[in-house]
């Protein structure tokens, strides 16, 4: 059973940055595509971006393209979101996910997609 854990959460003024991490354990994921997704108080859990088993694609929500940018060290098996000119929107909580199927490209993941989650990491922005 693979374990994820984010870090790298935290308090940030608005415009700031952070750089999250997602440690994984007991499995490794270099065969599978990865993502982040985010929920906040109130509202379901939403996609937030994605990266191919290789590294070699990526695919954003709306809201983050040109801010976001995910990736990946296989051979650490660690996946990464650095997040730039961050709002008060971006508060949430941030949960690293692995796809459910090997060999798995980028795209738009929803919830059935996904095998494993993460617990997550607390982001806040303020204003």
């Known amino acids: 059973q693979v374990q994820l854990v984010e870090s790298g959460g935290g308090l940030v003024q608005a415009g700031g940055s952070l750089r999250l991490s997602c440690a994984a354990s007991?499995?490794?994921?270099?065969?599978?595509?990865m993502g982040w997704f985010r929920q906040s108080p109130g509202k379901e859990r939403e996609f937030v971006a994605a990266?191919?088993?290789?590294?070699?694609?990526?695919y954003y929500a709306d809201s983050v393209k040109g801010r976001f940018t995910i990736s990946r060290d296989n051979a650490k098996n660690t996946l990464y979101l650095q997040m730039n000119s961050l709002e008060p929107e971006d508060t949430a909580v941030y949960h690293c996910?692995?796809?459910?199927?090997?060999?798995?490209?980028?795209?738009?993941?929803?919830?059935?997609?996904?095998?494993?989650w993460g617990q997550g990491t607390q982001v806040t922005v303020s204003s």
């Open positions: 990266i191919s088993w290789r590294g070699d694609n990526t």
């Open positions: 996910a692995a796809h459910r199927r090997i060999l798995s490209g980028s795209y738009y993941y929803t919830a059935e997609d996904i095998g494993s």
């Open positions: 007991g499995r490794t994921l270099s065969m599978y595509g």
